[in-house]
Every structure is written in C-alpha cells, then in structure tokens.
C-alpha cells in the first residue's frame, strides 16, 4: 500500500518564477492538505481541498493555489516567487470524516534564489 | 499571540531518562491534541494524539492534557538516542491543524 508520494524531492528556483509542486494521497484517502514548513518553524497551514474543491485556507496570499485532480492528487501553485517561500512543502491525505488521521508525504525542498 | 507555542529547546537528556515535552495552546475551543515527532530532513509523522483530560499512555510514550491550563505534554520513558528529533505539538480547532514550532530533543548515549 503506497504511502503519500510528492514530486519533486528538491527544487530550485529564481525570484519571481513560477513552480508546481505535486502530491499523490495514500490509498483510499481523498482530502489533501497542504502545508509550509520554514526552517525550525512547524508546518504551517495553506489549503485543504475534497471533492477538487478549496475547502479550507490559511494565511497565505493568492499567489498560492492548487487543484485537486478526480483521482484525487493534487497539485500546489506559486506564483512570483520570493525568498521567503523557500521551505519544505508537505502535503498531507486523510479520508474525510477522519479527521485527526492524516498522513504527510516526504515534502519538496523549494529553494528561491 | 502564538496559538501553539512550544519551549523550541534543544533539550537534552541522557539515555535511560525520562523526556519531558510541553506545550500551550490558546483556543479554547480546540477539540484534539497531538503529538508528531519529525526527524531532520523527514517529514512529521504522529506518535500520540489525545482528546480528553488526563493521562494517555502508549508504551513508552505518555501524552497529558488539561484543557483547564490550556497545556499538553509528552513524556518519554527510557529514552533512546533513536527518539532524538524534533517534536511537534498540534491543536485541531474544527478542521484547522496548527503547529507549534517543535521542540528539538536529543538523547545522549
């Protein structure tokens, strides 16, 4: 039974590009989460989406955005890139209704030069 | 006002001793509490959660809450230079998970 799988592992980019970040949930679960992880802070919240839809968001600006596909991966966008956005991302899966049981992916390293 | 807020350490301890984790959060009405341990360059993965007050005992591990104080805490028995990583403590109000910014424990042999 496949865990959560992200890609890429590692990611550089310039200021002010663009990147896509990918998430495949564990099998049977169709809510992902998707969190920022700034080194020596904890992960920080930025969407949930079920049934291809935001359902839920964080504190972050709309040059984040995703999707969720029907087979129920997902996708992270960010837009203009900046320094700061250098971080692991993590994206997390749960089945709906469970919601204290969620598993989190190996993340993406995004460095922004 | 940090929601979750965590003593960032590092604490150290020497094998054999018992780890003693802390944690306040400051919503009321916040429903379950856990605990997540993240090894360097891994990503977190969840070792306790607890949702009433009181002890919650998994082998070696002890989650406590009172949601009185507004506090949570973790206890390792018999730590192993294997349980040195970061540990996370998260709050879940309705369907917001909020971390705290981890507590850096290592165990010397």
């Keep these: ?49 079920y049934e ?4 839920q968001r ?36 749960r089945m709906r209704g469970h919601t204290d049981t969620q598993y989190f992916g190996p993340g993406t390293r995004l460095t922004v030069l | ?3 979750v807020e965590q003593n960032s350490g590092p604490l150290s301890v020497p094998e054999g001793a018992i780890a003693s984790l802390n944690c306040t959060y400051s919503d009321r009405g916040s429903q379950s509490f856990f605990w ?6 891994k990503s977190p993965e969840l070792i306790m959660s607890i949702y009433s007050n009181g002890d919650k005992e998994d082998g070696r591990f002890t989650a406590q809450l009172n949601k009185a104080s507004q506090y949570v805490s973790l206890l390792i028995r018999d730590s192993q230079p294997s349980d040195s990583a970061t540990y996370l403590c998260a709050v879940r109000t309705g369907n917001d998970m909020r971390f705290g910014a981890g507590t850096r424990l290592t165990v010397k042999p």
Excluded at chain 1, 52 to 55: I, N
């Design chain 1, 1 to 49: 039974d496949a865990g959560v799988t992200q890609s890429p592992t590692h990611l550089i980019k310039t200021r002010g590009q663009q990147v896509t970040l990918r998430c495949s949930p564990k099998s049977g679960h169709d809510t992902v989460s998707w969190y920022q992880q700034a080194l020596g802070q904890g992960p920080q919240f930025i969407f949930q989406y």
């Design chain 1, 52 to 55: 291809e839809e935001e359902r």
């Design chain 1, 58 to 93: 964080g504190n972050f600006p709309d040059r984040f955005s995703g999707h969720q596909f029907p087979n129920y991966s997902s996708e992270l966008n960010v837009n203009a890139l900046l320094l700061g956005d250098s971080a692991l991302y993590l994206c997390a899966s």
């Design chain 2, 1 to 3: 006002q940090k929601e």
């Design chain 2, 36 to 41: 997540y341990r993240q090894y360097s360059g």
